[in-house]
């Protein structure tokens, strides 16, 4: 099983801040088969990232994605108060399909 | 529009089973895998399964097998997920995912509005 270790576990940033959130996979991810996706209190998980960098429909240009292989990277450049959330990293590629144990996001 | 929705909350005691709905619209329901992805109170989330709506064949995660069994109805559009043997670390909200595409692997595109199963004496 390819194993996620996300962080930090709690970034703590203002709006207007550059967040930066990482995710590291125990094994390479092949193809970039890593998703992004953000949950807010009660709410499903949301769709962000697929495949490494690509954004989903009707993301903000100010979430990006990068890596590859092992080493992963979501990019929040400018936080709006509807960011702080927890966000979540996954794959895909491999059998049993993987979450990272999440990054929050809150307000400084 | 996709839409995935799911049936109500439930409370079980220990040792019963819960059977939990996911209703899809919007799209051709055998064409996409659907997911099963739970997340106790507090935690991350925890994959649990794949069904092929198309042929109903189904994968499960290891810690669930003998326990979960995954199977859907195509004249109504929904998938099921049935856990037994409940306990109280099976207390957790439990989604519906889909899968964007076929092949290859993708990503989980839309989400059930989650159904919380409580498991308590």
């Known amino acids: 099983e390819i194993v996620l270790t996300q962080s930090p576990g709690t970034l703590s940033l203002s709006p207007g801040e550059r967040a930066t959130l990482s995710c590291r996979a125990s094994q390479s991810i092949s193809s970039s088969y890593l998703a992004w996706y953000q949950q807010k209190p009660g709410q499903a998980p949301r769709l962000l990232i697929y495949a490494a960098s690509s954004r989903a429909t009707g993301i903000p240009d100010r979430f990006s994605g990068s890596g590859s292989g092992t080493d992963f990277t979501l990019t929040i450049s400018r936080l709006e108060p509807e960011d702080f959330a927890v966000y979540y990293c996954q794959q895909y590629g491999r059998s049993p399909r993987t979450f990272g144990q999440g990054t929050k996001v809150e307000i400084k | 529009q996709v839409q995935l929705v799911q049936s109500g909350a439930e409370v079980k005691k220990p040792g019963a089973s819960v059977k939990v709905s996911c209703k899809a619209s919007g799209y051709t329901f055998s064409s996409y895998y659907m997911h099963w992805v739970r997340q106790a109170p507090g935690q991350g989330l925890q994959w649990m399964g794949i069904?092929?709506?198309?042929?109903?064949?189904?994968i499960y995660a290891q810690k669930f097998q003998g326990r979960v069994t995954m199977t859907r109805e195509t004249s109504t559009s929904t998938v099921y997920m049935e856990l037994t043997s409940l306990g109280a670390g099976d207390t957790a909200v439990y989604y519906c995912?889909?899968?964007?595409?076929?092949?290859?692997?993708?990503?989980?595109?839309?989400w059930g509005q989650g159904t919380l199963v409580t498991v308590s004496s």
């Open positions: 995912a889909r899968e964007g595409e076929r092949w290859p692997p993708s990503h989980f595109d839309y």
């Open positions: 069904i092929n709506p198309s042929g109903g064949t189904t």
